[in-house]
């Protein structure tokens, strides 16, 4: 572990500046934009930290956030995919309370995470935009172990998640993120708090998990809601039943029992609607198809 003096100056140095040192580039790949901001680290941190320990950090990089979480004395496992930034970071944090896991968060299997952390965990990270969709998927899946996030992303994704009905925004991950948590904007961050800047601004959120919801329920919300969105632009009674374990033959009774007029558009149906859907599918029994299962598109 290098010496404290030197944490302390590579902390607050310039990501630009330790790059160049380490004689590491971004990676465009990876989605590599350094948060600089040592105010907007603070207000991250302070929001994880409320929400309670221990922490599972996504894209440490060049541990902007993850020095204040080691600070908090709480268990901290910080997930990096960049091979050259999460051999530094191991050395960085040897001995302290941070684990450093080379791999895809997207990839690690649910057992894994269920092992390191079996009373649960608070996710704090920084998602690369490209991904940032399947990773909140990933998330959904993974509710009962993760059950509490503070996520920057994209302002644009941001807006969305936290989109009403009758928006343009309002869609797939709204409706997840409406029916299954309590969802929050906190704040935004500008580009220009970024080493590199990227072209568009991010906003911080807070996301939590209703307890209690099942498998089952989940699934039946994912397809009622892939079925809904399937052709936005058309009428529900004309949305596919691709998605439906029934098919087609489905869909109008269960629009009549959520009490949902097929005449409406995805986007105008708010998200109790969505849950009424769910379970008015759950109602149903199926067993020769069961409800589909893994990850769902945005």
Known sequence: MPPRDSQDK??????GKLLAALGFSPLKGLGQNFLHDGNVSRKIVAEAVSLGPPYLEIGPGLAGLTD???ETGSPVTAIELDRGLAGWLRDRFAGSNVEIVESDFLEIHEDEFRRRFPAGATVVG??????????????IELRETFPRAVLMLQKEMVDRLCSPPGCKAYGILSVYVA????ARELFVVRRGCFTPSPDVDSAVFSLR???????????????VVRTAFAQRRKTLRNAPGNFLPGGS?????????????PGARAETIPPEGYRRLAEALLARRHPENPLPSGRTPE
Do not use: C, K
Not at 10 to 15: G, K, L
Not at 179 to 182: A, G, K, P, R, Y
Not at 209 to 223: D, I, K, N
């Open 10 to 15: 590579r902390s607050t140095e310039h990501p």
């Open 68 to 70: 204040l979480l080691a």
């Open 126 to 139: 920084n998602l690369p935009y490209s991904v940032s969709s399947p990773m909140l998927i990933r998330l």
């Open 179 to 182: 029916v299954l948590s309590e």
């Open 209 to 223: 998990f209703a307890p209690g919801l099942s498998a089952r329920f989940v699934r039946a919300l994912q397809a």
């Open 249 to 261: 033959a489905d869909w109008p009774e269960l629009l009549s029992a959520a009490a949902i007029d």
